[in-house]
């Protein structure tokens, strides 16, 4: 881990490094794109630039990864090199990459902190640097390597076979192979990444939950409209809104995601919010397919009923287990609901939930926040409880 040399300066160097990582992180962005144009184009989402959310939790991660050399040099933070490295492969990010990031990151905190950066300070951030980086590349490396694919192979073309408009600003694109290649397998709950050209001709990747489990032959993925064109955030969905009809070709990378529904006995918990259905459908569909005997409840949270993505599919699946339950909670319910639909948010203690169970979470940030707490008031442990982040994970919960 970090050097006996490193460690003290790390230590003593990490509160104004800290404090400033945010600006370091948006200078080093702003600096890279300058020198390098070319790396806008397939591999940065420019969504996540525009609104700072990529610059956080760059600087999240760094500062959590230099913390845990000094605070527990015994251990790692698997949690976050795992998250972190699904994304890359996802990208088909490649291993040479992380020098072009070096050189540009180390600018940056040289500008942000001028002298304070002594040639000591220097090296210890550039030593910390590197056990992230080569820590990510061996796993990435060991990713490429399950699915026998690399950086250049990850990507496959496949033809739109069926649109499916879930709601007024959901839709269901279900994708056939092209070729006659096999198609490696997703696990419950991974994504896949589209990319596309964008109308300026720089081509965008966003990653979307896989929503069925695969038969060889199809994969599908659900897509919410983001309003307010023309930012950078919502380019990709209204793309695929307005634009992409069946009998289309996209390309998507092989299915990573490290927030994967365990293979156990043990009972499961389900909770999701808005579009945040989407893994939770997926994980549905594979427990369907493998004929589990598991006690599987689902608990969704939405606007409406009418606004409720998937429901006809994930009400089907949870009626085909031995033992499925849905709850609701609707903040304006039409009173035609069952008994097992609330209005307002989700209040997990109102739930009888069932002992020793695993729980999977998905949704936006103050929902995850609000339900993992009530989870571990309750007693539930840590390690129980995954939760999926779209776009860059701004919470880190686990270093919390």
Not at 54 to 73: E, M, N, R, W, Y
Not at 181 to 202: A, C, E, F, N
Request: glycine share 6%; proline share 6%.
């Amino acid at each position: 881990m970090l050097s006996d040399t490193s460690s003290p300066v790390i230590k003593a160097t990490l509160p104004v490094v800290g404090e400033h990582i945010e600006e370091i992180a948006k200078r080093f962005y702003k600096h890279m794109f300058e020198a390098r144009p070319d790396l806008q184009d397939g591999l940065f989402n420019r969504g996540n630039q525009a609104d700072g959310r990529q610059q956080q939790a760059l600087a999240g991660s760094i500062a959590a990864f230099a913390g845990f050399l000094v605070d527990k040099p015994d251990q790692l933070p698997d949690h976050l090199l795992s998250r972190i490295a699904h994304k890359h492969v996802s990208l088909g990010l490649a291993p040479d990459q992380y020098q072009v990031v070096h050189d540009h990151l180390m600018w940056s905190i040289v500008d942000v902190l001028g002298d304070a950066v002594t040639p000591e300070v220097a090296a210890a951030w550039d030593e910390v640097y590197w056990l992230m980086a080569n820590m990510l590349i061996n796993k990435e490396r060991g990713l490429y390597n399950a699915v026998h694919l690399s950086p250049e192979t990850i990507w496959r073309t496949w033809r739109v076979a069926r649109r499916i408009q879930e709601t007024d600003d959901v839709v269901t694109f279900i994708v056939e192979r092209t070729d006659e290649r096999d198609v490696k397998p997703s696990l419950p709950g991974q994504y896949v990444t589209i990319k596309m050209k964008m109308h300026d001709g720089v081509h965008q990747p966003r990653q979307y939950s896989l929503t069925k489990a695969d038969d060889g032959h199809h994969r599908q993925f659900a897509v919410k409209r983001v309003h307010g064109l023309p930012t950078p955030d919502g380019e990709m969905s209204n793309l695929l809104h307005n634009e992409v009809q069946e009998g289309d070709e996209v390309v998507l990378s092989a299915p990573f995601g490290d927030v994967v529904l365990e293979y156990t006995d043990r009972p499961v918990v389900l909770a999701s919010a808005g579009i945040g259905i989407t893994p939770m459908a997926g994980m549905l569909s594979h427990l369907v397919k493998s004929g589990s005997q598991r006690k599987v409840m689902l608990l969704h949270a939405d606007d409406t009923p009418a606004s409720f993505p998937l429901r006809a599919q994930v009400t089907e699946d949870l009626a085909s287990l031995a033992d499925g339950s849905l709850n609701t909670w609707f903040l304006e319910p039409n009173g035609s609901d069952s008994a097992s639909s609330f209005k307002g948010f989700m209040d997990v203690n109102a739930m009888e939930l069932p002992d020793d169970a695993e729980y999977y979470l998905c949704g936006p940030l103050p929902f995850l926040k609000s339900v993992r707490s009530a989870l571990v008031a309750r007693g539930v442990l840590a390690r129980d409880i995954q939760y999926e982040v779209f776009g860059p994970d701004l919470w880190l919960a686990d270093f919390q």
